[in-house]
């Protein structure tokens, strides 16, 4: 034609079956990957972590106590690996106890047995309080070794137990508590615009099921499907409105929801927004 392309081209040189595949889309694309919500997790996880470890060292290095333990560097994993924390309890509870045997047996056992001796009984005592008390936090049995075995930590002796034992966990443990927050609504956005696109992680929806069933009764009531519109809408969701979508995706009107019935409720959700707008 006259202006040199082919008669298959249009007006920009372009042909009309090809995709055009503009900057919009290529965003869209990135966003409906079904993996991106659990990599953006993971990255703000293994940040906050790090920045965790690094503020507990900051202190120890100026404060006239101790804040810093090498065993920390497994609480923080451990700590900051979900965006559900381990119980607090167990974290303070279950790091004190084994930091308490830990000093008892630096005190009285290693007058007169060997070092290695003494480290393995302070061990082994911290799971012996593990089991009797249920309070179980594994990075604790390496800071009763800790004490026994390190000369300037076992000088401490029972301040041990508070600095760093206890605080270095608490600081990690609340800075946490803080992300927790944001990591669970930047989860919740991401998935909500996912399922939005049309990407539905099955896994996902399970593990938003079982977060929310709080009672492990393999349903959801109408009080764990409120707290359940968090994460599947990203934001919160009136009770009424809860109580109306529960009464639409209730099929057998039994007043909760098993797995299958809840798959459905963001999609029911969506339709009675758009209801709403039109």
Request: one cysteine or more.
């Amino acid at each position: 034609n006259g202006n040199g392309t082919s008669p298959a081209a249009n007006g920009n040189g372009t042909s009309p079956t090809e995709p055009n595949i503009t900057g919009n889309n290529v965003w869209d694309s990135w966003f409906a990957t079904p993996w991106l919500p659990n990599v953006i997790d993971a990255a703000l996880a293994s940040v906050g972590a790090g920045l965790g470890l690094a503020f507990v060292s900051y202190l120890d290095g100026i404060s006239p106590v101790r804040f810093y333990a090498g065993p920390l560097t497994s609480s923080a994993i451990l700590i900051f690996a979900n965006i559900k924390l381990p119980p607090i309890q167990n974290v303070l509870i279950g790091t004190a106890g084994p930091a308490v045997g830990s000093v008892l047996c630096n005190t009285v056992l290693s007058q007169f047995l060997p070092n290695f001796v003494t480290r393995s009984v302070s061990v082994a005592t911290s799971l012996v309080f593990f089991k009797l008390t249920g309070f179980f936090f594994p990075p604790a049995a390496a800071i009763a070794a800790l004490g026994v075995e390190n000369e300037a930590f076992a000088k401490l002796s029972w301040s041990y137990v508070i600095f760093p034992a206890v605080t270095g966990n608490a600081i990690l443990y609340g800075l946490a508590l803080l992300l927790s927050g944001a990591r669970e609504k930047i989860r919740a956005a991401l998935t909500a615009r996912q399922w939005r696109m049309g990407t539905r992680d099955e896994a996902l929806i399970k593990e938003i099921f079982d977060r929310c069933d709080l009672d492990r009764s393999g349903t959801v009531d109408i009080d764990e499907l409120n707290v359940a519109m968090r994460y599947l809408v990203g934001k919160d969701v009136s009770f009424e409105l809860t109580a109306e979508l529960m009464a639409k995706v209730d099929a057998d009107g039994n007043g909760s929801l098993d797995l299958g019935e809840f798959t459905t409720v963001f999609e029911t959700y969506e339709s009675m927004q758009a209801y709403r707008r039109s």
